[in-house]
T-cell receptor, first 112, second 114 residues
Framework: DSGVTQTPKHLITATGQRVTLRCSPR?????VYWYQQSLDQGLQFLIQ???????AKGNILERFSAQQFPDLHSELNLSSLELGDSALYFC???????????FGPGTRLTVL | EDQVTQSPEALRLQEGESSSLNCSYT??????LFWYRQDPGKGPEFLFT???AGEEKEKERLKATLTKKESFLHITAPKPEDSATYLC???????????????FGQGTILTVHP
């Protein structure tokens, strides 16, 4: 158990819909990262937050957005969903000042 | 742009048959190389961090090594429970601007038969 929690574990929805994925980092970790894992693309970095502020963006679509709240939990919002958005979405947190990221169990999103 | 290539894509071993997985990387300045283990449908589990050429880390049957261009994950006398996908990732030292983003390889799927 990494100490990072994610909800829900599974999410099934239809094209065009909007969903919110939630992540709680390890106690005391200020940095939160979101990654997408699909069969053809592997693990891809989406976005990073540090203590409530966006710090880095990867290959994140404009339909996707995220935020980190004062209690340090983070949410990833996916809108206008397409079939190709079906994937595993992972959150990771990193204790400062170390370099290691600890991953949560993921949310499996299925878009029908 | 950072690139990470893992080989082989899949590896099948008999229990007790030692082998190595390879991770080749291209990065302008390495801030760290990471190995993770991932079981199907689960999140990546951290194994090792390596920072400089010549560094080695060990954990049970696993040993990770690092050169200037690649890393190896050596598995000694593997057991069926070592079956998993092993992921390699790099963190680039971009003067603080990358803020810890990891670039992952595609992984090596290891299967150990009893």
């Amino acid at each position: 158990d990494s100490g990072v929690t994610q909800t829900p574990k599974h999410l099934i929805t239809a094209t065009g819909q909007r969903v919110t994925l939630r992540c709680s980092p390890r106690s005391g970790d200020l940095s939160v990262y979101w990654y997408q894992q699909s069969l053809d693309q592997g693990l891809q970095f989406l976005i990073q937050y540090y203590n409530g502020e966006e710090r880095a963006k990867g290959n994140i679509l404009e339909r996707f957005s995220a935020q980190q709240f004062p209690d340090l939990h983070s949410e990833l919002n996916l809108s206008s969903l397409e079939l190709g958005d079906s994937a595993l979405y992972f959150c990771a947190s990193r204790p400062t000042p170390t370099d290691t990221q600890y991953f949560g169990p993921g949310t499996r999103l299925t878009v029908l | 742009e950072d690139q990470v290539t893992q080989s082989p894509e899949a590896l099948r071993l008999q229990e007790g048959e030692s082998s190595s997985l390879n991770c080749s990387y291209t990065v302008s300045g390495l801030r760290g190389l990471f190995w993770y283990r991932q079981d199907p449908g689960k999140g990546p589990e951290f194994l090792f961090t390596l920072y400089s050429a010549g560094e080695e880390k060990e954990k049970e049957r696993l040993k990770a090594t690092l050169t200037k261009k690649e890393s190896f994950l050596h598995i000694t006398a593997p057991k069926p429970e070592d079956s998993a996908t092993y992921l390699c990732a790099v963190r680039e030292d971009a003067g603080g601007t990358s803020y810890g983003k990891l670039t992952f390889g595609q992984g090596t799927i290891l299967t150990v038969h009893p």
